[in-house]
């Protein structure tokens, strides 16, 4: 059979396919200890950002390196200058080699008040159409997601005593921050996360019936913007009109952004946008996206974004530029007549294939100051950037997975871009080279990192069995390089 060929579970040999069978009943008789585990890292706080809960970042790499090793992974916890990085290996004598990337950090609460409870208490609750949701923060960004893989493997190892192809893990803390210290830290690390592919689970199904392989991410250019006035707050009767005011600045630069039909209106901004190839253009006509449905789920009617594009290219293929928190003045109870000295904002800028972050910042940088009054000074803090990346949809890792996937769904998967960013699956792929394949099992309704995040028992339970079926037909791939017999690359070559 070629790669190009369709293939599925009824072309792996007959005790191969018996033995999926196995592994894929184990999961699902166990599914209950599954979710509880699921519930123990669900319990730790591990938001990155926040620097009082650094000990909870620790913990929950703590929890991921024992349970990798429990499954016989040769499994530690490395520190980084900001949080860990959990790396595991599981090395077999022959086959690829697969490296699976999750975050077990996860992003703010806040609001609190907007939760039906303690984000970090994970509830169950039935819906009327009989799925039961898991409610927490990370539920499914990422940590119910990372652990159907984790899930997959104990299957594989329990049932069998092995896994289907060599595995190696690696989980940051980071990735809701920015990544801020991946590159040094894959500068100390050098070749050993090399491998034939990276799998990833930390993306949407296309709807609920229907999974997808996510072949393009937008990348990210975030920071803070601070404009300062006067050398300190003013009352507003004695110096109103006289004093400039940091609020109604920051304002007006904030609308400058945009023009009128949506699009963003800072120069140079879509020069070096790259159309997606026709293969790909035509990959995204066939999916019929349901805009109305889409707003009308969070209660709007009509998309904001650059009216010469369709809602889909809008979150997909075009960039944007967002402003994501505001403050300056007086946020307590009643009045308090005061100009204030300053008032920040957080932007963030999606970029697209072509886009460079630091020319993105260049071009801000001379918006803002061409437009900055007498008595203003700008600064602007970036928190990171990261590049678009392209997943190759031809690869022979991607046609078996997409194998795997009809086996699981009965149907065929579809080929889908995120608006969202994984900053890892660029830097991966420039660093070694390594393709992604991403494959998230979220729906569309999971609330992402806002109040009340959701993950699907279905979801968790099928994302399981789905990458049961990945490692089983991975396994007839052939690795590039020597990853499962590289004596150098990694501890877990010693024989136990
Ligand atoms: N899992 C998301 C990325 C994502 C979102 C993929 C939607 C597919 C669909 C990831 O955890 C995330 O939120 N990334 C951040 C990265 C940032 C903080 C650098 C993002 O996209 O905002
Ligand atoms: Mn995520
Ligand atoms: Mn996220």
Redesign the pocket.
């Known amino acids: 059979m070629s790669f190009g060929e369709q293939s599925s579970a009824a072309d792996l040999p007959e005790p191969k396919r018996l033995l999926v069978e196995s592994v894929l009943s184990y999961a699902d008789s166990n599914l209950d200890a599954s979710l509880d585990r699921m519930f123990e890292l669900l319990r730790i706080p591990s938001v990155s950002c926040d620097p009082l809960l650094a000990q909870q970042c620790q913990a929950a790499a703590s929890w991921l390196a024992t349970e990798l090793a429990d499954i016989g992974f040769d499994a530690s916890v490395r520190p980084t200058a900001g949080h860990p990085v959990v790396i595991a290996h599981q090395k077999q004598a022959t086959g690829p080699h697969v490296l699976f990337y999750g ?1 077990y950090d996860v992003q703010p609460v806040e609001p609190l008040d907007r939760w039906e409870a303690d984000p970090f208490d994970p509830q169950l609750k039935v819906q009327p159409n009989g799925d039961t949701q898991i409610i927490a923060r990370g539920a499914s ?2 940590k119910g997601q990372l652990l159907t893989f984790v899930e997959a493997c104990r299957a594989w190892k329990t049932v069998t005593g092995g896994l289907p192809v060599s595995v190696s893990m690696f989980f940051e803390g980071e ?4 990544s801020p210290s991946m590159d040094e830290f894959l500068d100390q690390v050098g070749d050993e996360l090399r491998a034939d592919t990276m799998l990833l689970c ?3 199904l296309w709807n609920d019936a229907i999974p997808a392989v ?1 072949v393009m ?1 937008r990348g ?1 250019l ?1 920071g803070e913007i601070e404009i300062a006035c006067a050398s300190r707050d003013l009352h507003s009767g004695a110096y109103g009109n006289a004093a400039r005011n940091p609020i109604q600045v920051l304002a007006g630069l904030i609308a400058s952004l945009r023009d009128e039909s949506g699009a963003v209106a800072i120069k140079g901004f879509y020069d070096d946008v790259q159309e997606p190839d026709e293969d790909l253009k035509s990959e995204l006509k066939k999916l019929d996206f349901d805009t109305d449905s889409f707003l009308q789920n969070v209660g709007l009617s009509q998309s904001a974004g650059d009216q010469a594009y369709s809602a889909l290219e809008q979150i997909w293929t075009r960039p944007s530029c967002e402003i994501n928190g505001i403050a300056g003045g007086y946020h307590g109870d009643g009045l308090k007549t005061i100009i204030p000295s300053k008032a920040v904002a957080k932007i963030s800028f999606r970029l697209v294939a072509g886009q460079d972050p630091e020319k993105i910042q260049a071009h801000f940088h001379d918006h803002i100051r061409a437009r900055l009054p007498a008595d203003c000074t700008m600064k602007f803090t970036a928190f ?1 950037g ?1 590049k678009a990346s392209a997943i190759p949809s031809k690869s022979q890792f991607l046609q078996r997975a997409r194998a795997a996937l009809r086996d699981e769904w009965n149907c065929e998967s579809v080929l889908i871009g ?6 890892i699956v660029s830097v991966m792929q420039n660093r070694f080279g390594l393709a992604s394949l991403p494959i998230g099992f979220a729906r569309s309704d999971n609330r ?2 806002s109040p009340n995040e959701k993950y699907d028992l279905s979801s968790f339970h099928k994302g399981i069995r789905t990458w049961i079926r990945v490692l089983a037909e991975l396994s007839g791939c052939e690795g590039n390089r020597v990853g499962a017999l590289d004596a150098n690359s990694c501890a877990a070559d010693k024989p136990a």
């Open positions: 975050h960004d990422d990735e809701e921050s920015g930390d993306t949407y996510t991410f990210l975030e990171g990261s995120s608006g969202g960013s994984i900053p992402h990192h």
